[in-house]
Every structure is written in structure tokens, then in C-alpha cells.
């Protein structure tokens, strides 16, 4: 674990009860009540008290503050991390980390390995359990973290050996029935890779995990990325259309087996797996609660089944391209079912930084763009969608939207949300409005 570094404030929000007692950016919180604070966890529960004393360091001075407040009431604060003792870093040596196909040259955070089980329930990151320590497992369940996100691939002991670069039993089944008979809720993953960990041994892994359902919430399945820059490292055989298919046939057996005796889909494919087939995408219903969006599961439909259901069309007034990877092309031409007007253009984005086994949108660089783009002659405003950069704006490459933009001489904008979000930020901004008033968005 890392050296213990306290809560150091990010910013106060004005009017806020911490504006009012006088803290300020750069402050430490060391601990609430004699209780130290390791991160937003232990923050937001030992803060939900009415009456608080904190102890807070600033410029090597301590004192104590002592606060008044209504329980669960919000101070008002911003933390610059919310690991206030530091990350709990991966000791895997996966063979499919994506970490390892990485180039050098690109900023530190790409190259940071974490399993920790707090960004699992904190932002739906997957963890391993192999890096969860018993102490760490006990404080699950003490403030009862859940849903936790866990990747699990097999649970063969030597695939996961194999998989996971470890030497020795990590016993993941048995840390998975302590958590599930203690009421955690698991949403779990299974990397797929090519002749490895798919055909018997994905079926023993899915009845196995089935097992533990209801608290084994979701099993989503997806194909292992590889990048161009794989030297040195594990042969691993990507899927194609024929060995796409037959893992969606698989997975359906199960599916169907599975809404039979508990009612339930439990285990989702991920789109990569249909679009590398041609396969239709399933229904809206068919992914449930769409547990696992963030991880390529039911995007497809998630995006297009609000236009689908509003049935609404929209007249265009200026022309836009949208730049898209290989993976979404297909769903974004299907906007085009929904305009009248100037031209809608699909513009698929090859993946030059990473290669081009990797088509899905959200790992597109700005260089890719650009590299794109720079010979295209056209007027028209550049539409991205926003999954294609960090929570800081920014592209994997470092590249912002701004200097994108100033490179290629066009004004380029991101999108978020479904196509109808899509069709109706575009009728805010003036680019398109509805049909008629029979088909106005609501």
C-alpha cells in the first residue's frame, strides 16, 4: 500500500458548509472523528454524521475543526483523488493485457496496471480479487460495497494460471461464494480468447458462475483485444466471422436455457461478437438492465431503441460528418433512416495508432482523426462521439478537441447519449428540427 498522503482538497464549492467554516483548496483532511481516511469511501461515511470533528493540515500546521451540520448533509468538497492512500496496483502478468500492448512515449496513467476493488465499486472498473487482500475483502463487506465488477475468464485453475501469469492457486471461486453469500452483487467478465478459455471451457465457466446467481447478477462475455504492438509477447489468435458465430450460437444455448429455469438472459455477448459475424444485433429487452454497457455489452441497441421507439424523423439544414471506428459504423449509418434533407456522412476512422484489429470507436486517437480527415475536402462540422475521449476531454494521445480542430481547420463538436439525444442536440443547435409538429422530440 501506498504511503498514506490524507484527503487533499481539490476545490470548495461556494456558499458550502466547508466555504464557511474556511477550507481551501490544498487542504489535507487527516482523519473525521479520530477515524483516518484512506479514501472517498471512508470520507462519505464517517462525514454522514450531524456533529464532526476533523482534524486538517495546512502548510505543515494541524488544527481541529469542529462542525455542526444535518446528517448526511454534503460539505460542499472536492478531493484531488478519490484514493487518498494510493492505488491498489495489478500483479498479474495477463497474457491479453491490453497495458502490455501499448506503445512507450504516451503519458504515465496508460501505463498504470490497477485492480482495486474501490474503483470496482466506485466507477464499475473489473478487479480480479487476486490483488484483494482478506482485510480488504472483510471492509467489502463491513460498508457493504456493492455491486463489485470481476473478471473472471475462467475458472479452470491452469487456464487461470495460464491467463492470469500466476504460479499458484488464487482460489477465485471460493473469494467469489464468500462475497456472494454475504449478499454482494457481482457483475462478472470473461475475456475471451481464441482456443484458450472459449468452447468447454467457457461452458464450465458460465454453469459454474450460474451457480451463484441471483448474486452473480450479469456474465458478459467479450472477445480479447489486440493491438499492433504484441512483440514478444503470448501468440493469441483474434476472432473472425466463423469463430464469432460460434460463440454466439454457444452463448444462446445458454441464454435460452437460462430464461427457462431462472428468468433470465445472465450472460451477454458483447457487439464485437455480431459485428464480426454479420449477425443482427438483439432487441433492447434482451440486455435487461444493460449491466454492462461500459464494457462493449448492448451499445448497439442501447443507442438506437429510444429513436426506434419515438419513430420521430428530422429535417437537416447543414451538412455534418460523423467520424466513427470500423465497430459503429454500421450503427450510426442506421441514422440515416431518420433525416431528409443535406447529406448525413459516415465516416469511418481507421485505427493507425493501435492497428486494425481494433475498430471500436473509444480507442480512436486524435492523430487517427486527423490522419483521417486531413485530405477530405469538405466544409461541413466534424461530429465525434465523446466515448473517443477521457473524462478530461482529451484523446488517448493526449490530443484535445480544440487542437483537433485547429489542426484541420473545422470545427469539430463530441456527442454523448443515444441517436435520439443525438437528433435532438442537433434541432438545440440549429443543424436539423423535426418533420413536423406531429414528431416534435418531447
Known amino acids: ?32 472523528n479520530s477515524h483516518s481516511l484512506r479514501d472517498i469511501i471512508d470520507y462519505h461515511f464517517w462525514s454522514s454524521e450531524g456533529d464532526i470533528e476533523i482534524l486538517v493540515e495546512r502548510d505543515g500546521e494541524r488544527w481541529i475543526l469542529n462542525i455542526e451540520k444535518e446528517p448526511y448533509e454534503e460539505m460542499g468538497i472536492d478531493f484531488v483523488t478519490d484514493l487518498f492512500d494510493g492505488l491498489k496496483k495489478c500483479h498479474n502478468k495477463c497474457i491479453f493485457c491490453f497495458v502490455d500492448q501499448t506503445p512507450p512515449g504516451m503519458r504515465h496513467q496508460v501505463y498504470v496496471k490497477d485492480d482495486d476493488y474501490r474503483l470496482s465499486f466506485l466507477y464499475g472498473n473489473f478487479i480480479t480479487l487476486n490483488n484483494t487482500a482478506e482485510v480488504d475483502l472483510k471492509r467489502i463487506i463491513d460498508l457493504r460495497l456493492s455491486p463489485l465488477y470481476i473478471s473472471v475468464h475462467t475458472l479452470n485453475s491452469s487456464v487461470r494460471k495460464l491467463l492470469f501469469g500466476i504460479k499458484s492457486e488464487d482460489n477465485i471461486y471460493e473469494k467469489l461464494r464468500f462475497l456472494v453469500k454475504r449478499n454482494i452483487e457481482l457483475h462478472t467478465q470473461i475475456v475471451l480468447c481464441n482456443g484458450i478459455n472459449d468452447g468447454k471451457e467457457l461452458d464450465e465457466t458460465i454453469e459454474k458462475l450460474s451457480k451463484l446467481y441471483p448474486c452473480v447478477r450479469s456474465i458478459g462475455v467479450v472477445p480479447v483485444g489486440l493491438t499492433r504492438y504484441r512483440k514478444g509477447l503470448y501468440p493469441l489468435i483474434p476472432y473472425n466471422s466463423i469463430s464469432a458465430y460460434r460463440v454466439i450460437k454457444q452463448v444462446e444455448e445458454w441464454q435460452k436455457r437460462f430464461r427457462k429455469t431462472i428468468k433470465t438472459n445472465l450472460v451477454f455477448l458483447a457487439d464485437e461478437f455480431y459485428i464480426l459475424s454479420g449477425r443482427k444485433f438483439p432487441s433492447f429487452r434482451h440486455y435487461e438492465g444493460f449491466y454492462q454497457l461500459e464494457n462493449g455489452i448492448g451499445m448497439a441497441a442501447n443507442f438506437l431503441s429510444p429513436l426506434l421507439r419515438k419513430k420521430v424523423k428530422f429535417h437537416f439544414n447543414r451538412k455534418i460528418t460523423i467520424v466513427t471506428g470500423k465497430a459503429s459504423l454500421e450503427i450510426l449509418e442506421q441514422l440515416k433512416n431518420y433525416i431528409y434533407g443535406s447529406e448525413l456522412q459516415i465516416l469511418q476512422c481507421p485505427s493507425f495508432f493501435w492497428g486494425d484489429s481494433i475498430t471500436v470507436t473509444g480507442l480512436l486517437t486524435g492523430e487517427d482523426i486527423y490522419r483521417t480527415l486531413k485530405n477530405i475536402d469538405t466544409e461541413e462540422d466534424i461530429f465525434i462521439p465523446e466515448n473517443s475521449l477521457r473524462k478530461d476531454g482529451f484523446f488517448l494521445d493526449d490530443m484535445s478537441v480544440e487542437c483537433l480542430g485547429k489542426r484541420l481547420g473545422k470545427n469539430i463538436h463530441s456527442f454523448s447519449g443515444s441517436a435520439l439525444d443525438f437528433l435532438k442536440f442537433m434541432e438545440e443547435n440549429k443543424y436539423a428540427k423535426p418533420c413536423c409538429s406531429n414528431c416534435r422530440t418531447s
Do not use: R
Open 1 to 32: 500500500m501506498s504511503k498514506k498522503t490524507g484527503a487533499i482538497i481539490k476545490s470548495v464549492c461556494p456558499d458550502s458548509i466547508a466555504s464557511e467554516v474556511g477550507l481551501c483548496p490544498g487542504d489535507i483532511i487527516l482523519s473525521i
